[in-house]
């Protein structure tokens, strides 16, 4: 695989909820630290936070603390982001990567999250 691959974006109102996936088959993403992203239009990816190889995350975004939740399924190469309460300024492309990935320029698509009533 040569780069990662999200999915589960959408649009939702104010207050409902999404699952993100990324799924990640290459070494460079399995054995490696993980990341979520998000980017709005006209700005830098803001890194969400992050999941080590044996599966604790931790928050780098104060906004998403208590709402967002990253996971991991090592067995199906796939890290996950569950995202509770969303709100319009949660709105954005979220990427998945590892920091040798983002070294490399493995970007995958990104799936669009759209939060508007």
């Known amino acids: 695989q040569a780069h990662p691959v999200e999915s589960g974006g959408g649009l939702v109102q104010p207050g409902q909820s999404l699952r993100l996936s990324c799924v990640a088959s290459?070494?460079?993403?399995?054995?490696?630290?993980m990341g979520w992203y998000r980017q709005v239009p006209g700005k830098q990816r803001e890194l969400i936070g992050t999941?080590?190889?044996?599966?604790?995350?931790?928050y780098s975004m104060d906004s998403v603390r208590g709402r967002f939740i990253i996971s991991r399924d090592t067995g199906k190469n796939t890290v996950y982001l569950q995202m509770n309460n969303l709100q319009p300024e949660d709105t954005g492309v979220y990427y998945c990567?590892?920091?040798?990935?983002?070294?490399?320029?493995?970007w995958g698509p990104g799936t669009q999250v759209t939060v508007s009533s």
């Open positions: 290459g070494s460079i993403w399995t054995i490696n630290p």
């Open positions: 999941i080590t190889s044996g599966g604790d995350p931790t």
């Open positions: 990567n590892s920091n040798m990935g983002i070294v490399r320029g493995y």
